[in-house]
């Protein structure tokens, strides 16, 4: 194993994915289980709009998490593990927005 001279910096653009891409999962992830839960009540009928939009915001923030994590990839002398992380989640954000959708179908 070669040590470098340079200490390891921090890498605040996969810290940033990881963030998002953490919100964006849980937030979809919840929704998708309220709305799947109580698909039958009158309850989903009327707040319906307002988890359609706070899904669609989690998709963003997974979208948000996704490009940051890409781009926290190619930093130099930075650990990739946040951004690698990061990016998965906020993929797993867009694809629970994508099972709401379908749901409503």
Known sequence: MTES???QTINS???NSLNLGV???SLAFLILLISFVA????FIKIIGRVF???DGLAAFMGFLAVV???AGLFGKNMP???????LFLG???IGLFLVFIRGLR
């Open 39 to 42: 698909q039958d009540s009158k």
């Open 80 to 86: 990739r593990s946040s951004s690698v992380v990061g």
């Open 52 to 54: 359609f939009i706070a």
């Open 5 to 7: 001279n340079q200490p």
């Open 91 to 93: 993929l797993l954000g």
């Open 13 to 15: 653009l996969g810290d």
């Open 23 to 25: 919100t964006s999962s």
């Open 68 to 70: 940051l994590g890409f």
